[in-house]
């Protein structure tokens, strides 16, 4: 199955594809082409997604899978690359704040790269947290290769982030601690459940989808943050738990009261999230902050 997407706004497939877990090539025209594996939001199939950008307002996403997962996958590629919100709107948004404008200008079409779903974000949140990005990392990977889902993608074998089923039967040679083993198996246990289905906290008010998501073991202030902005999407929460972002909002704007920053923010509405992601990629771009040639995501806890 084979759908185009009509982009509304500036997109940059090859911005964005340094901030995702998939692999990069180059199509015969030497535009990028991106690979996606993940698991599919509800039917947890695990599924590939050859993504390319046809024309600035058009990506083309193909799946190999039966019709009801791959109209799933589509869905969930335009949530991931955040194609499913008006760039349009964001750019006025981005203009009528200097600093914000210059970013834009100087990254223009890099729109927010989530997680493949709030489950996945949630299961990093736990992993991550207390250890340093380098060692998640490795630890993820472990996961992923023990208990995930080798996919074909083009002709590129990529491993699928373990379905939520997978978590009930995780042990020791993960690395991980029995604490987050429990956790983990909670956390795949509220994926199947539906707890953790994207449009659900999407539907809530910023407020009651953080609120909703801390009732997971494991997931505290900051996480809840990261599941809901990078996890679901939702494009309006500005982050008041990320010391990196407000350390780099410090710089920008020459202010240092978190009160002020948040203020700052509200500029920004309703577009929080994806200022956010700008702000940060900036300074993560610029310092170099990166884990095997690719973005660090940010840390849990």
């Known amino acids: 199955m084979t759908e185009d997407i009509e982009v509304q706004g500036a997109f940059d497939l090859a911005a964005c594809a340094g901030f995702t877990s998939g692999s990069v090539s180059a199509a015969h025209d030497g535009s990028p082409v991106l690979r996606l594996a993940f698991p599919v939001d509800g039917s ?20 190999s899978a039966p019709p009801g997962p791959a109209r799933a996958a589509v869905t969930q590629v335009r949530r991931v690359l955040s194609l499913d ?16 404008g210059w970013l834009w200008r100087r990254h223009p079409g890099l729109r927010p790269v989530l997680f493949g779903s709030p489950y996945e974000a949630a299961c990093w949140a736990v992993v991550c947290h207390r250890l340093r ?29 373990p379905a939520p089923g997978a978590l009930r039967d995780l042990d020791r040679a993960t690395g991980l601690s029995d ?3 429990r956790r983990l198996e909670a956390i795949g246990r509220a994926a199947l459940d539906g707890a953790l289905d994207a449009g659900l906290l999407r539907s809530m008010t910023r407020e009651d989808a953080l ?20 996890g679901a999407g939702h494009p309006d929460l500005f ?7 407000h350390t780099e909002m410090a710089c920008r704007y020459g202010v240092r009261d ?19 992601f700008l702000l940060r990629a900036s300074r993560e771009l610029r310092t170099g902050e990166r884990a095997g040639g690719r973005l660090r995501p940010s840390e849990g806890g």
Do not use: C, M, N
């Open 44 to 63: 947890w199939a695990s599924v590939g997604a050859l993504v390319r950008q046809r024309a600035p307002d058009v990506v083309s996403v193909e799946v």
């Open 211 to 230: 609120a909703h998501v801390r009732q997971l073991p494991g997931i505290g202030p900051f996480s809840a943050e990261l599941v809901v902005a990078r």
């Open 239 to 245: 982050p008041r738990e990320e010391v990196r972002l």
């Open 133 to 161: 990005i380098a060692q998640a990392a490795r630890l993820t990977g472990r996961l992923i290769e023990r208990y995930g889902v080798p996919v074909e993608v083009s002709g590129v074998v990529l491993p699928a982030f």
């Open 179 to 181: 604490a987050k083993l």
């Open 258 to 276: 978190p009160g002020e920053l948040e203020h700052i923010a509200q500029g920004w509405q309703p577009y929080r999230s994806w200022v956010a």
């Open 85 to 100: 919100l008006d760039g349009v709107a964001f750019a006025a948004v981005a203009e009528a704040d200097p600093v914000v």
